[in-house]
């Protein structure tokens, strides 16, 4: 049985920084597959914030993160994290973490359909 669950979350004010975990259990990794960061804002539509490839490293942002978020794995401890800095209000939303079900790849890493496994999500909230 597969278990995401995410923590990091909190209130902090623009210009801070936060750091989310998610701790993976029970999942298979494949080479090419995705382990990805969302978030959802109220009234929004989910959204991909920043992803890794399994086995190559390689990494996609969505551009409203670029430069301030930085994800990375700790294939030792099977985690996953986010540090985000320079944090902005409309960064506020809930994040979950996601681990992918099928091939990605920058043209479709974002799409919520790449991802059979989900957390229950971490309230991040920035204030002006």
């Known amino acids: 049985q597969v278990q995401l669950v995410e923590s990091g979350g909190g209130s902090v004010q623009a210009g801070g920084s936060l750091r989310l975990s998610c701790a993976a259990s029970?999942?298979?990794?494949?080479?090419?597959?995705?382990m990805t960061w969302f978030r959802q804002a109220p009234g929004k539509e989910r959204e991909g914030v920043a992803s890794?490839?399994?086995?190559?490293?390689?990494?996609y942002y969505a551009d409203s993160v670029k430069g301030r978020f930085t994800i990375s794995r700790d294939n030792a401890k099977n985690t996953l994290h986010l540090q985000m800095n320079n944090l902005k209000p409309e960064d506020t939303a809930m994040y979950y973490c996601?681990?992918?079900?099928?091939?990605?790849?920058?043209?479709?890493?974002?799409?919520?359909?790449?991802?059979?496994?989900w957390g229950q999500g971490t309230q991040v909230t920035v204030s002006s």
């Open positions: 996601a681990a992918g079900s099928s091939y990605c790849s920058r043209g479709d890493w974002m799409g919520t359909y790449n991802y059979h496994y």
């Open positions: 029970g999942y298979t990794y494949i080479y090419n597959y995705c």
């Open positions: 890794i490839v399994i086995g190559g490293g390689l990494q």
